[in-house]
Structures are given as C-alpha cells and as structure tokens.
C-alpha cells in the first residue's frame, strides 16, 4: 500500500440511514422526483437490447442534448460517473506526484482527498477573503478548484472574481465546480470563451433529482475535452445513467418547475431558521448554512437525529463569511419538501 494512502483519513460522504421514515437533509438531494420521462427512458433501455452492449464511450446522445440547453459546442462537454469522477479525472490529467492542488476553504472536503490520493500538495486559501483568494497564487500550482456556489456557505463569487482568479492562474487550469450552479443567478459557462484554462464541471445529482444514478459532466475547450477522455476509463457511464441523464436535460419545462420550488422554499426556510434566532447565510444553493452565537449547535443536530430527521452538523478550524477563528461549527440543512421543512421547525421550536 502506497504511503500517502495509508497516511489518507480518507472522505467521508453524508449519512445514508436505510430508515424510509428519515427526513433526509442531510446530503442536499432534490426532494422531487426525477421528470417522469426518466422513467420512460430508464425502461426503454432495460427493456431493448441495450444492455448486453457497451455504452457510447462519450455519450453523444447526452452530449448533443446538454449543448442545445447550454449553448456549447458538443465537443467541448465529457461526461463522467457522477462530478466527482470529473474531478477525479482532472487532478489525474493535470497534477503530477508531488504537485500541487489549490481550492478555497471551508469547502468541500473531497479536493484534499484527491491531492492526497494523487501524493500531491494541498493548499487552502479562506473563502471568505475574496484577496487571500486572489494570490499570490502559487507560481506552482497545478489545478485550482473554486466551488461556486460554495459548500457549506451556500455563497457564489462574483464573475469579476472568477475571470480575475482565471487570469491570475493562467495558464493553470481554475476548474469552477458548479454542483449548485443551477439554483444560482449566474454561471460561468459565458466566461468559458474568454478564458481557455477555464473548465465547469455539473452534477446531474441535484438540480434533475439523479442522485442515485450517478452522472456529472464537464465542459471546457474542445481541445482540453480531447485530452481528458485519454484519462477517463474507457466505458465509465452505463447504458442506463446515459438514458436517464439525457432524458432528464430535454425535460427543461419540468427542471423549471422544480427549481421554482426549491427557491421558494429556501427563501421560507432562510426566513422561519432566522426568527428562531439562527445566523442564516444568503444562498445560492439547495441549502442553507446556519450557525448561533448562543450555543454550540452539535447537540441540535443530535437532537434531531433522534426525532430522524437528519442535517449535516460539519465544524472547520475557520468558519466561512465573517465567522471567527478558531471551533467553528454550523448546520447545513438541504432544501425539503414543504413538508419536510414544516417537521424540521417543528422539532426545532421544541428543541430550543
């Protein structure tokens, strides 16, 4: 066993409790169901004779279908199993043993895991100052990954930040992790002309409700693409994740309704945590970030626990967006349905 992965803690994903009485808030899934044609899709492929074949190895059907949405050329996207296999691919591409990986913190943790993994170095700059984030930026710097919006803070740089960090790092590759992008006012796929060391990597998992079937994508210059899928294993998205993600892209009526929802939810929720005295970031997400000044707020997540409603109690050595150094914990809590919430600020009322 190499030394650096013994060395490795490891990431560790959100809870999955096999209890259907769970309200689940814990790993910011949609709480709405997939477009009903992902179902029809999804028995399309299971009942041809698709399955005794491979997949397309670069998914044109969802590549055609996904650059008609997003306006990009079709050569310009490649797809992955789920965005954290995009990242994958991207840190074996660009950082060699020993490099060097940048991205902001708090953030999400899986980007020192994969310096780790790579044997590479990792350097965290604080999210929360946008010129600690801006440089000196490390002249050695092989990648530098800046989810936008961020988790946990659920806050989305400006564009004038990104196109600066872009040009601050070129020719270094900024890889803009847009997991949440689509509950957000602004993306960068229009600064993706402009600035050729750019490259956005999506989820299906959150704004189309694909979670469980595990497909993400990249976009980028068709001559960075070219590069990659060297690097991606050779079938790494099955028949049935191709069908699925496909359908779910041309349902854009459905994908709106959806996301009306879910805004309006998180605004109802951003408003009912403050009146319970919650410190309540502004988001972009699918989440909201909250933290008090009165109380530790673990034995609120634990509390909750027991009640089975689940929200992901994460601490960090420096807190996002003004916080003060040092012990700094906060709930991230996903975006339910109505339901959902109303039994997750009823057992709140309770518990404070």
């Not at 074949?53 to 650059?67: E, I, V």
């Not at 490099?99 to 953030?107: E, F, N, Q, R």
């Not at 970030?289 to 530790?296: A, F, I, L």
Request: hydrophobic share 40%; aromatic share 8%; net charge neutral.
């Amino acid at each position: 066993m190499r030394p650096n992965i013994r060395a490795m803690a490891g990431y560790v994903p959100g809870e999955q409790l096999n209890d259907p009485d769970i309200i689940k808030l814990n790993t910011n899934e949609n709480p709405y169901p997939p477009s009903p044609i992902v179902f029809e899709a999804i028995r399309a492929a299971l009942t041809s004779n698709s399955l005794r074949k491979y997949p397309q190895p670069l998914g044109d059907r969802f590549r055609y279908a996904a650059s008609r949405v997003l306006g990009v050329d079709p050569d310009s996207i490649l797809i992955g199993n789920g965005s954290d296999d995009i990242l994958t691919i991207l840190t074996r591409a660009f950082v060699p043993e020993g490099g060097l990986i940048a991205s902001p913190t708090p953030s999400y943790i899986l980007y020192k895991s994969l310096a780790e993994i790579q044997g590479a170095r990792f350097e965290a700059r604080r999210f929360a100052d946008p010129w600690a984030m801006l440089g000196p930026l490390p002249q050695d710097a092989n990648l530098m990954f800046v989810p936008n919006p961020n988790s946990p803070s659920g806050t989305i740089l400006d564009p004038w930040m990104v196109i600066r960090l872009a040009q601050a790092l070129a020719p270094t590759p900024l890889v803009l992790d847009e997991a949440y992008a689509d509950f957000a006012e602004w993306n960068g796929i229009e600064l993706l002309p402009h600035h050729p060391n750019l490259i956005i990597t999506r989820t299906l998992s959150k704004s189309y409700s694909l979670a469980g079937i595990r497909f993400g994508f990249a976009i980028a210059q068709p001559e960075v693409i070219r590069e990659l899928a060297k690097v991606k294993d050779s079938y790494n998205c099955d028949v049935l994740s191709l069908a699925a993600a496909t359908a779910a892209v041309e349902d854009q009526d459905y994908f709106r309704e959806v996301r009306v929802k879910i805004l309006a939810t998180r605004d109802r929720m951003t408003t009912e945590l403050t009146a319970l005295n919650f410190d309540v970031t502004p988001s972009h997400a699918n989440f909201v970030w909250c933290r008090r000044s009165d109380r530790d707020v673990k034995p609120i997540y634990e509390a909750l626990k027991q009640k089975k409603i689940l929200v992901r109690y994460m601490s960090y050595a420096a807190g996002p967006i003004g916080s003060p150094d040092g012990a700094y914990g906060g709930l991230r809590i996903s975006v339910g349905t109505d339901a959902e919430i109303d039994k997750l600020l009823t057992e709140l009322k309770a518990i404070l």
